[in-house]
Every structure is written in structure tokens, then in C-alpha cells.
């Protein structure tokens, strides 16, 4: 079982800026069993944080010359796109951590249910009457 604060990879991806230009910015991305941090190239800045129950799926993975253009959906549909080395990984990284957490969570919400729905235990019979 993975725990939460374990690191699954560290390195180095880039991140498009939301910006009127849309530059590419060079951030060290942490992942682990529940998030991807990203840590900005400057120090002192605080990482922005894309925790997995946010994130809808990974999708437009596309290799173009050295780098692996993926886009990351979130669950209010904002579109975050990213760019890695080729042989980095970074999107089969962060898609195999995504299912991972996603089939815990549906265990979790699954043994909760059985739980919800099992019947109280039933009630000690009765001693049989005498005649």
C-alpha cells in the first residue's frame, strides 16, 4: 500500500503559463500516490499543488520531436498543458498514479456501502416455550 507522502518521481517538466503570451516555465514536479506538486525554478515560492481527486484525466498526449505534449483536465474542466522530455514519462507517470488513486478511492467508497448496507445482527432467538 502506497502511502500519501511518498514520492513516486521527482524531475523536471514544464508547465504552460495562463498568460496572454502562453511560455513555457520550467518547474521541478513532485509526484506522489494522492498529488503532483509543482515547485516554480525560483526559490522561495510556494508549489502549486494538482491533488488527484481534482483531476479528471490526462489527456492529448502527443510526442513531437524531443518533447511529450500532454494536457491535464481537472474537475471543473480547466485544461492545464504540459511538456516534458520523451523520455521522461511524466504523462504515463501521472496517468498510472491517477488510476491508482482513483481505483482506491472506488474501494474505499465501495467497502463503505457493504458497510452502510450490512444488516444489523440479528436479534438472540427466543427460548423455545414449554408446553
Known amino acids: 500500500m502506497k502511502t500519501p507522502g511518498e514520492v513516486l518521481r521527482e524531475g523536471e517538466l514544464e508547465k504552460r503559463s495562463d498568460s496572454l503570451f502562453q511560455l513555457w516555465k520550467k518547474k521541478r514536479g ?3 500516490p494522492d498529488r503532483l506538486r509543482l515547485f516554480p525554478a525560483g526559490p ?4 502549486k499543488e494538482l491533488r488527484f481527486h481534482s483531476i479528471l484525466k490526462v ?5 513531437t520531436g524531443k518533447y511529450v505534449y500532454f ?6 474542466r480547466k ?20 488510476i491508482d488513486f482513483q481505483n482506491r478511492r472506488a474501494l474505499q467508497d465501495f467497502r463503505s456501502r457493504q458497510e452502510r ?11 423455545p416455550r414449554a408446553p
Open 59 to 63: 489527456d492529448c498526449v502527443e510526442r
Open 71 to 76: 494536457t491535464i483536465v481537472t474537475t471543473d
Open 79 to 98: 485544461e492545464i498543458d504540459f511538456r516534458c522530455a520523451g523520455e521522461s514519462c511524466w504523462n504515463a507517470a501521472i496517468t498510472l498514479a491517477l
Open 44 to 47: 522561495g515560492a510556494r508549489p
Open 117 to 127: 448496507a450490512a444488516p444489523a445482527a440479528p436479534p438472540e432467538p427466543w427460548p
Open 30 to 32: 513532485v509526484l506522489t
